[in-house]
């Protein structure tokens, strides 16, 4: 079974701080994706990754960024948190064929003060 | 721009009622239609898809959809409810020839199942 993992559940950083948010997935898959999710507005597209040390813009790239260094391990990076940026952030992953469904990590709650 | 649009925020149901979502999605080319669910407390797991082929597709514990390509269309469906399907429920596009695979959400909707 795929098994995507999310390095913290939740989170508490003051604004200003730079945050890293780590995700592993064990399958061997070339796609790696950041979500962040809010009540009423779904799942909007961070950042996503077909390659190793590939990085495509999602929706709402602003105030992120990511590294994919390693095909396994895919980053999200906040350079200086805001408190707009208190969310859910879910991390994904798929196969490299165009119709494979994505398999999430159990998010990282988010808040910054 | 692919977008998706869930008409449903909220919907309250008792047990063995039936269950329609509506989910339309804007998009001109061939499209990969998914339906995600999200227990409360668990992770976003994969109900059903659509790829091609027979319109009506059935998922895991008793849901189907059906994907209507003159409406834009991809509900989802059970016939009788259980308290157990209290859950968040999100419609999920991806147009066919786009690199990486990435999913277009949209705003999903929130089932709240009644014993």
């Known amino acids: 079974d795929v098994k995507v993992t999310q390095s913290s559940r939740y989170l508490v950083k003051r604004t200003g701080e730079k945050v890293f948010l780590e995700c592993v997935q064990d399958?061997?898959?070339?796609?790696m994706f950041w979500y962040r999710q809010d009540p009423g507005l779904g799942l909007r597209l961070i950042y996503f990754?077909?390659?190793?040390?590939?990085?495509e813009k999602g929706d709402i790239p602003e105030g992120y960024s990511v590294s994919r260094e390693k095909k396994e391990r895919f980053s999200l990076i906040l350079e200086s948190a805001s408190t707009n940026q208190t969310s859910m952030y879910l991390c994904?992953?798929?196969?490299?064929?165009?119709?494979?469904?994505?398999?999430f990590g159990n998010g990282t709650r988010l808040t910054v003060t | 721009a692919q977008s998706v649009s869930q008409h449903n925020h909220h919907v309250i149901l008792s047990e063995a009622a039936s269950l329609e979502l509506g989910c339309n999605y804007s998009?001109?080319?061939?499209?990969?239609l998914f339906w995600y669910v999200q227990y409360p407390g668990q992770h976003l797991q994969l109900l059903l898809k659509?790829?091609?082929?027979?319109?009506l597709v059935k998922g895991i514990k008793g849901f189907e959809a059906e994907f209507i390509k003159s409406k834009f269309s991809f509900n989802l469906r059970k016939p009788s409810v259980q308290w157990s399907d209290t859950a968040e429920y999100f419609c999920?596009?991806?147009?066919?020839?786009?690199?990486?695979?990435?999913?277009?959400f949209g705003q999903g909707t929130e089932l709240s199942v009644k014993p």
């Open positions: 994904a992953s798929s196969s490299g064929l165009y119709n494979s469904p994505l398999h």
């Open positions: 399958m061997d898959h070339e796609n």
């Open positions: 990754s077909y390659d190793v040390k590939m990085k």
């Open positions: 998009y001109g080319g061939t499209v990969n």
């Open positions: 659509y790829f091609s082929g027979d319109p």
């Open positions: 999920a596009v991806n147009a066919r020839n786009n690199q990486g695979g990435k999913l277009i």
